[in-house]
């Protein structure tokens, strides 16, 4: 007990000591952080953007209004049962029009052009959601080419463009992300380095004095090392209590954003927070304790 004490005293009066180079160090190390943790939250914003893309697809038909009612039956049945196929939404007339009333319902103009209008000019549609986006082009195509006296006109909706687009700005962002923590590793390692480097020169000769009377490796490289993770926990935590309260702020947009859908990522941190932060915390002790014991190597010899 009484090693252990003297290592973590010897450890908290460099840190003390030399406070403006700690509070440096675990700058660094939180800007490390805060940089990987944005590129995993901008990651799993993409993740959620190009999922609601995705579910948003979905393809059109418009049918003859006069149609009978047993041959659009046989008509869904029939695209139904494509294993491309996910679903088929039958939208009669009545249920169109009850919609498009709703949608303007503040639109004075609209409705009173409808009422003028004396009659329903809505056609029933099919709305087909695929059952694979990858398989959604080849779904098209056979629709296009669907030979039936039943369709007046087709819209098909491609979003390919738009994840395209997500996917190439993700992309760059990861790009830019990976190379800012890369940089800030390296930072670290250097900031660290240097902080121990110092320490150890301001208690050199304290260190010739306990390597004449026999003290062991240890307890010369126990205090740095205690340092280290000292760096790492502090700036573990106090990334964490930054970064939530971030969270928060964006959580409420990215629901009005993605409005119908379950894009929580605030939630996904919580949920994994162990997982999460636990890895980080190991992933910065390693790099303090690799400077550290690079630095006590080279410039703790007496």
Same mark, same amino acid.
């Given at each position: ?21 700690? =509070?440096?160090?675990?700058? @660094? ?15 799993? =914003? ?12 979905? =393809?059109?038909?418009?049918? +003859? ?13 029939? @695209? ?25 319902? +503040? ?66 962002? +990861? ?7 890369? @940089? ?22 304290? @260190? ?9 490796? +240890? ?84």
């Amino acid at each position: 007990m009484l090693f252990l004490y003297r290592v973590i005293k010897f450890s908290l009066q460099d840190i003390t000591r030399n406070i403006w180079l700690t =509070i440096v160090t675990i700058t @660094i190390l939180l800007l490390s952080l805060l940089s990987l943790n944005t590129l995993l939250t901008v990651r799993l =914003i993409s993740a959620n953007a190009i999922t609601a893309v995705k579910e948003k697809i979905d =393809i059109s038909l418009y049918l +003859n209004p006069e149609a009978p009612e047993t041959q659009i039956t046989a008509l869904r049945n029939q @695209i139904a049962a494509d294993p491309k196929v996910k679903s088929v939404l039958y939208v009669s007339k009545e249920a169109a029009l009850a919609s498009f009333r709703n949608q303007y319902e +503040n639109n004075a103009a609209i409705l009173n052009a409808l009422k003028e209008l004396g009659r329903n000019p809505l056609s029933p549609s099919l709305t087909i959601t695929p059952a694979n986006f990858e398989e959604s082009g080849q779904l098209i195509s056979q629709l296009q080419v669907l030979d039936s006296s039943l369709i007046e006109s087709r819209d098909f909706s491609d979003n390919s463009a738009i994840l395209d687009k997500i996917s190439a700005v993700t992309k760059r962002l +990861n790009e830019v992300g990976l190379v800012l923590i890369a @940089i800030f590793v390296l930072v670290s390692l250097l900031v660290v380095y240097n902080a121990i480097r110092v320490a150890i020169y301001t208690h050199r000769q304290e @260190i010739e004095i306990m390597r004449l009377v026999g003290a062991s490796n +240890n307890f010369l490289y126990l205090p740095y090392l205690f340092s280290a993770f000292i760096y790492a926990l502090l700036s573990t935590l106090i990334m964490i209590c930054i970064f939530y309260p971030f969270l928060s702020l964006l959580q409420p947009y990215l629901e009005v954003f993605f409005t119908g859908y379950n894009v929580n990522v605030l939630a996904y941190f919580v949920d994994n927070f162990f997982f999460v932060f636990g890895l980080q915390f190991l992933a910065v002790l390693a790099i303090t304790v690799f400077a550290s014991l690079f630095a006590v190597r080279r410039y703790a010899r007496v």
